[in-house]
């Protein structure tokens, strides 16, 4: 009988979780008085309270990982594209969003990347925006095409921000100029363009959204950057900040092995095809061993580590670790991670990092998968994700706070 009603009481709460959802953990710092700006900045967000109820249909972290990239809607965005370049030759893309009131131009319609207007120009009017201004920060080889990418932009529309979608180097359509690429441990890229939009946008404070790795690489560099980060403020989505632990966790598991390690890897080296030519010559990477590539560490052996200096894989990884730069972000910050992401697992968590910075909020839930966190009961349409509600009223408090 005693089993019964255990079994019972247990399917009464997996459903009433299923209906009613869960509700978010926030970490901050343990000793954080009442006015600390946190403080103030977590009362300005209800959302943190809001239960997250994942789509009946993604109920798992799986299922809302694998839907978000197959099932979730993709909006019509047209961007007006620039191109920054770098001292050393190579060149990253902003894609600025029609909110700025750009002038009417001839676009080009990309195969997958929307409208992108053909000017390099910076608009005159931008200049003179006070409206906070959103990079958005893609992951491992995304672009502004992606669709969380151009989701966000919508949520910044509607909270009335301004954005820019931030493509790495050779990303959304782009050429490489020469042998240097992005990785998780690159921040003088994103340094650059943030001091570019600062000189552009004198009047806007500017913030950043950063999702998977895009979302290492910005927690990475606000750590760096200390007192003198030039952001009004950072948010972090599905970051795996511990990159050795995340690799072991992938590779140690079958499962997680075949179907994500493999499938990043198969991403990375389609990327890599793309710009096959510009590493023929090159002394460290040979195009053959690409070719050998199964898993995402397999491609970190044979092109990341070497492309970036390093001597083995794991010495990538720890360098590229963003939770140790934690204790050095000076700017108010929010993570948000789901403790059932297979990519950026739960053993990743810098709980202790967060709880040492006053400045840092950390925000789990339960279920919401990797930039997941998809809702709606509709299967054949799934366009809402809690993960952007928490985000952009994050941005907004923070940006109130500082009138």
Not at 8 to 19: F, K, M, P, Q, Y
Request: glycine share 8%; charged share 20%.
């Amino acid at each position: 009988m005693n089993s019964i009603i255990s079994y019972t009481t247990s399917a009464s709460d997996h459903i009433s979780n299923w209906l009613l959802g869960d509700k978010p953990t926030i970490v901050t710092a343990k000793d954080l008085s009442n006015t600390h700006i946190t403080q103030e900045i977590i009362r300005r967000c209800p959302s943190f309270q809001e239960n997250f109820v994942p789509s009946p249909w993604l109920v798992s972290g799986h299922l809302q990982t694998i839907g978000v990239s197959m099932l979730r809607d993709t909006p019509d965005i047209q961007f007006e594209r620039e191109s920054l370049y770098m001292p050393d030759g190579g060149f990253v893309t902003l894609d600025w969003t029609s909110l700025f009131g750009e002038e009417h131009k001839q676009q080009i319609h990309g195969e997958q990347h929307g409208r992108i207007s053909k000017s390099s120009e910076t608009p005159q009017v931008r200049s003179q925006t006070d409206v906070p201004t959103v990079i958005i920060m893609h992951g491992l080889t995304g672009g502004s095409n992606e669709s969380y990418v151009r989701h966000a932009v919508q949520e910044a529309r509607k909270q009335g921000f301004n954005s820019i979608a931030f493509n790495y180097r050779g990303a959304a359509g782009t050429q490489l100029a020469n042998t240097v690429m992005y990785s998780g441990a690159q921040t003088h890229d994103v340094r650059a363009v943030v001091k570019h939009l600062k000189a552009s946008l004198p009047n806007s404070p500017l913030f950043a959204v950063g999702f998977s790795l895009g979302a290492n690489i910005l927690t990475k560099y606000v750590g760096e950057e200390g007192e003198n980060c030039p952001l009004a403020g950072a948010v972090s989505i599905s970051n795996p900040f511990k990159f050795v632990e995340a690799s072991r966790y992938l590779h140690d598991h079958w499962f997680l092995r075949t179907v994500y390690s493999k499938a990043l890897g198969g991403n990375l080296v389609r990327f890599f095809n793309k710009h096959r030519k510009t590493y023929e010559n090159h002394e460290e990477i040979s195009p053959s061993d690409i070719d050998r590539v199964k898993y995402l560490r397999d491609f970190d052996e044979y092109f990341t580590r070497r492309a970036g200096g390093y001597d083995s894989v794991d010495a990538y990884y720890t360098d590229a670790s963003s939770s140790t730069r934690i204790h050095n972000i000076r700017v108010p910050y929010l993570a948000i991670n789901a403790l059932d992401d297979p990519i950026s697992p739960a053993i990743c968590m810098p709980y202790k990092e967060i709880e040492g910075n006053e400045n840092t909020i950390l925000i789990t839930t339960k279920r919401g998968g990797h930039t997941g966190w998809l809702e709606g009961y509709n299967p054949l349409h799934f366009s809402n994700s809690w993960m952007d509600r928490v985000a952009f009223q994050f941005i907004k408090a923070v940006a109130d706070a500082r009138k």
